[in-house]
Structures are given as C-alpha cells and as structure tokens.
C-alpha cells in the first residue's frame, strides 16, 4: 500500500531536549516536505526536499533542520524544542515538483513541548 | 506570492442537504492546481478533490464538486448530501512549485442529524 509513515504519532518533551519525528514514503517520490498545523493558520510549510542531499527552507523554518540521506525517508529535527513548536505535523511526499501534483501526507505527529 | 483564503470559520448543515464551502486564491502564477482536503477529528489529511487552471469542465469526485470560477479567483467546495461522517475540518490549498502546499485557515463543518 503506498503511504506515507511518521512516527511517533504524539510525543510530549521538554524544553531544550533534542527530539526527531521519523518520515518515511514508498512511493519513490522525489519531493517531500514538513508542514505544522496551528489553529487558524491553516498548515505552513517548514522545509522541503526536491531529491536526495537537497534541501531547502519553506515558510516556517526557525528552530527545525531536516535530511534527505535517502530517497524514501526525510526526518525533522528540533535541535532545541521549545513551546512555540507545540503543533502537529505533517509530512508528505508528492511525485513530481509541478503545481497540479498531490501531496500524500503522512498520519501527523501531535508534539507538546513543556 | 500565493495565498489562499477561507473565509468561513464554522459552516453548518443538516443531513442529506448540500452546503458550499468557499475558498478564494490570489497567484501569478499562470498554470495552478487547487486542492480540497478533509482533516476528520483523527487527524488525517484526506485528498478529495483537484481542479487543474487550465481545465474547462469543474472537477467532480462523488459528493464532491469544486465550482471554479477563474475570473472572479475563487474554488468553493459543494458537498450534495451531506452525511453524518463528512464533519470535520476541511482545507482548500494551491499548488506551487516542488509540490508545495499553500493552505487557507480552514473550516469545520458540522452536520447536524
């Protein structure tokens, strides 16, 4: 079944303590990205992936990092949680880079910072 | 600069009738893709429906419709018999390039019995 894993699916940390959500896609798709999802503002890009080693920044990007050592998975690491990173997140992977492609997301991650 | 906005915070239904969920965008972009989906209490993000700029006819997925009127920038959802299971959030998003997403606010349906 093609889809997109994340793990865990809730997490509650500290401030300050180095934390990783998983993303893994089968699909073969090339691009990937994290979005959070705050209330009201809908979801917002945090960093995305156009293949492997290449990464860049989307809307939100302070206070995250990602990778892209293999093609099928992209992890997000907050180096440093703090509470304004309480959200939930997504990640999703789509074919191909163009403007009609749909996004498969992943299951989210509900993170809590404390 | 894309945006998208919905400006329905909270919509409300009865069963087994239609509701019209709106969702306008602003873009310069000359080819676009529009995008309906569903976020139930669980927490998924659920594709339902896609709208391509250059397409003549509205799509159509089931209950589904997306009335897409170009000129005046705007993609409303139309959901025709409504069910019980269809409460939830629901999100409208353009497409940009390398498969990003640029989503409106949001809104919550509610359908009543």
């Known amino acids: 079944e093609a889809q997109v894993t994340q793990n865990p699916r809730y997490l509650i940390t500290v401030t300050g303590k180095k934390l990783t959500v998983t993303c893994s896609q089968n699909?073969?798709?090339?691009?990937m990205s994290w979005y959070r999802q705050d209330p009201g503002l809908g979801l917002r890009q945090i960093y995305y992936s156009m293949n492997v080693e290449v990464t860049d920044k989307g809307d939100v990007p302070e206070g995250y990092k990602v990778s892209r050592k293999e093609k099928r998975n992209f992890p997000l690491i907050l180096e440093s949680p703090s509470p304004n990173q309480t959200s939930l997140y997504f990640c999703?992977?789509?074919?191909?880079?163009?403007?009609?492609?749909?996004?498969?997301f992943g299951q989210g991650t509900r993170l809590t910072v404390v | 600069a894309q945006k998208i906005t919905q400006t329905q915070p909270g919509m409300f239904v009865q069963e087994k009738e239609a509701v019209t969920l709106d969702c306008t965008y602003d873009t310069s972009d000359p080819s676009y893709g529009l995008f309906w989906y569903k976020q139930p209490s669980s927490g998924e993000m659920i594709f339902l429906i896609y709208?391509?700029?250059?397409?003549?006819q509205n799509a159509t997925e089931g209950r589904y419709s997306l009335n897409f009127q170009k000129a005046r920038k705007s993609a409303n959802l139309v959901i025709s018999a409504s069910q019980l299971g269809d409460s939830a959030m629901y999100f409208c998003?353009?497409?940009?390039?390398?498969?990003?997403?640029?989503f409106g606010q949001g809104t919550i349906l509610t359908v009543h019995p």
């Open positions: 699909m073969n798709h090339e691009y």
């Open positions: 998003a353009l497409g940009g390039s390398y498969g990003k997403l640029t």
């Open positions: 709208q391509g700029s250059y397409d003549q």
């Open positions: 999703a992977s789509s074919l191909s880079k163009g403007q009609n492609t749909e996004a498969f």
